[in-house]
């Protein structure tokens, strides 16, 4: 053999060292096969010996695989209907090369643009998505609200499609004026009972003008594990509290009640500065403790009856 074609000794030796494996492998069956027919021979006795004392391989079962999971959820084209709305309000057919009518354009290619003339109605001031509602499959209506500069509002409606993996949204048709939400009836609210001024208002008052106005440190007037931090940067100089109300009538006693006794209480205020007074309103729970309020939450909102605590 020409030295070109001679195998390397690596390559020699794998060929024998896999032979000589397998020739192992089939002496050992032979030997366990031998065994067990030795035992049976034995007795019963001595095969559950030799069972009991045989060398069992067992294979790991392959590592279980993570199985994709795929949560369907229709996502909300709110914002792009709000999106579409205002630049489609701000767009001319006499100028479609502006920056409004591209967007527009490329959000609706099927949908026109309007033609307003010069001393039609108001600049369009803002635009607010308020209202999304799904159809079938990935089809929505949105209503959307247009402020302009005079103060009007005028509502449209806008046809969006959403693709299935709520991830591309299209406007499938030219939005319609439709006659704007009807105005629902306040409920009665849940805060009935009057406090009257006294330790619990006055508590409220020095923690909302801390938190607001900076005027002390907020933590002072905080329950013992309930962490808030003041608004920053301050927005106000001075809070002044206009009324106070609650749920519960423990809020009206003269005294402070036992310790962990609480009340959840409406305050009304008005918070000046430089711009201005303004009025805001908040919904806390205070706790008693060692004859004095600590606020144990700050809320946002308000609660009607009914509402969940």
């Not at 993570?66 to 057919?93: E, H, I, K, M, N």
């Not at 308020?130 to 302009?148: D, E, K, L, P």
């Amino acid at each position: 053999m020409s030295p070109g074609k001679q195998a390397s000794p690596g390559e020699a030796a794998a060929p024998v060292a896999a032979g000589a494996r397998l020739e192992a492998m089939r002496r050992r069956a032979r030997l366990s096969r031998v065994a067990v027919w030795t035992v049976i021979s034995a007795g019963p006795i001595a095969l559950a010996v030799a069972v009991a004392s045989t060398p069992t391989t067992v294979a790991a079962a392959p590592a279980a695989q993570p199985t994709a999971v795929r949560t369907a959820f229709a996502a909300d084209p709110g914002g792009y209907a709000q999106l579409f709305v205002g630049a489609w309000l701000r767009s001319s057919a006499d100028d479609p090369t502006t920056a409004q009518a591209r967007l527009a354009q490329s959000m609706a290619p099927d949908v026109e643009l309007p033609d307003p003339a010069a001393d039609a109605q108001s600049a369009t001031a803002s635009v607010t998505a308020v209202r999304s509602a799904q159809r079938t499959g990935g089809a929505w209506s949105v209503t959307v609200a247009a402020q302009y500069a005079n103060g009007s509002v005028r509502y449209y409606t806008v046809p969006v499609t959403v693709d299935a993996s709520s991830s591309s949204f299209a406007v499938t048709g030219a939005p319609g004026v439709v006659a704007g939400p009807a105005q629902a009836e306040v409920p009665k609210s849940a805060y009935g009972v009057t406090v009257p001024d006294g330790g619990l208002s006055s508590a409220v008052g020095e923690f909302l003008a801390a938190y607001l106005t900076s005027a002390g440190e907020v933590d002072r007037y905080l329950a013992p594990g309930v962490n808030l931090t003041a608004v920053s940067p301050t927005p106000y100089t001075g809070v002044i509290v206009q009324q106070v109300s609650a749920i519960e009538e423990t809020a009206t006693a003269d005294q402070v009640p036992a310790d962990g006794t609480k009340v959840r209480v409406l305050a009304s205020v008005e918070a000046r500065n430089a711009a201005g007074r303004w009025p805001l309103a908040y919904e806390l729970t205070l706790k008693a403790r060692s004859g004095r309020w600590d606020v144990a939450a700050l809320k946002s909102g308000t609660t009607q009856d009914g509402g969940a605590r």
